[in-house]
């Protein structure tokens, strides 16, 4: 009798392990801006999902992105890492497909939440590393990915093949130009229904690297703005906002269908602000700057950094509250790994702080500064410290200077009037980084072509 009465409690002890690990959704748009929601000010586009999502859950008003490209702010959600830190500082090509990948010795948030028992998944797009490079997804604790790698691929959605795994599949009908039988993203969505339906058990990890809206802006269906008065580009851009949406609320309702809505933390973000100047065709229409923040993608002031954020967890994650206290994605591994009771290993260097008790109600957690570089063109810095911003657009540029709780808009430089705040910033934007021979700071870049994937 010892022997099964042993395995029986061996078994009783590791489903009360399992019990106390919440599953964890982390879903990424890509280009998404903060004015593109109706909980954000949106008036134009439907986001009926994620607006009730902010209803039920938080919605942040100052949740940072890594930075304000692709692949090195996925690399800061993945690794813990700042940029001045981080492996990935810009989008970097390598050959025909693929980006720089992370290197070899990188731990990212999946490895250690599989370490600690989760079934693990990339659904969407990666862009950190093809599969026969260090930065596999299928290497860095991710059982399975399916979509896209490349982030170039992705800017296709009728594309002749995506990923299963590793193995490359054909989608018969698509040419690969915008047209074509199968739109990918409905693939993408139907595979995250499958995973988590078959993971239901828990617990699980799923990273929903959604790719929509950025891209070609190809839709299969422009739904309810067909017959507006605007641009193709306008309406298939407004459809894919509202795609993105109800595959949103899809995998939330498949939450509610299997019983595990009530044990699963689901956080969503962009990756970097709009594509779109505010005076743009698009920006003029869709108001994205309506909520008076100033730059975007590939800038470091608010409008590329800030997010559309949310959390959403039945009884842990207070509904209805909106929060201006900031987090940044280097937040998330920390996040996680206190979630699901694992520690972080000792050759895993973090920027980040846990989330778990703000996520729950509390205050942020307190922090000396964020600090952001990126290397696209000039060698772009940024750090905030206390409501204090400052950003320098190259390493020979001045250094400007924001309060952020009078002038979110950062439309008036005090860098004049406060030498020993820039001195401080300064300071700090040379302790926060690691000089890196990939990622040097210069004030123009040489050559052309080389970080255009995203």
Known sequence: MFRPLALLFFACALSATAAGQPNIVFILSDDLAQ?????????????????????????????????SVCAPSRSCLMTGLHTGHCPIRANREIGAEGQKPLPAGTITVAQILHDAGYATACVGKWGMGMFDTTGSPLKLGF?????????????????????????????????????????????????????????????????????????????????????????????????????????????????????????????????????????????????????????????????????????????????????DEPWAFWDFLPTAAELAGAKIPANCKTDGLSLVSFLKGGPAPKRDHFYWELHEGPSLQAVRFGDWKAVRNGPQSPIELYDLKTDAGEAHDLASEKPDLVAKAEALMQSSRTADPDWPLVQKRAGKGKNKAK
């Open 35 to 67: 004015g593109d929601l109706g909980c954000y000010g949106q008036k134009l586009i439907q986001t009926p999902n994620l607006d009730r999502m902010a209803q039920e859950g938080t919605r942040y008003l100052q949740g940072y992105s890594g930075t």
């Open 143 to 323: 059982d399975h990915f399916y979509g896209y790698n490349c982030q170039r691929h992705a800017h296709n959605y009728f594309p002749t093949y995506l990923y299963n795994d590793d193995k490359r599949f054909d989608l018969p009908g698509n040419t690969g130009k915008g047209v074509g039988k199968t739109y990918a993203q409905n693939l993408i969505s139907d595979e995250v229904i499958r995973w988590v339906r078959e993971h239901k058990a828990g617990p699980f990890f799923l990273y929903f690297s959604i790719t929509l809206p950025h891209g070609d802006f190809e839709i299969d269906d422009q739904g309810i703005y067909k017959d507006k008065p605007w641009t193709e580009k306008q309406k298939n851009y407004a459809a894919m906002v509202t795609r993105l949406d109800s595959d949103v609320g899809r995998l939330l309702a498949t939450l509610k269908e299997c019983g595990i809505d009530d044990n699963t933390l689901v956080m969503t973000s962009g990756d970097n602000g709009s594509s779109f100047a505010p005076d743009s065709e698009m920006g003029k229409l869709f108001d994205q700057a309506s909520n008076g923040m100033r730059g975007y993608k590939r800038s470091l002031y608010e409008g590329g950094l800030r997010q559309a954020a949310l959390a959403r967890w039945p009884g842990k994650v207070p509904a209805g509250r909106v929060t």
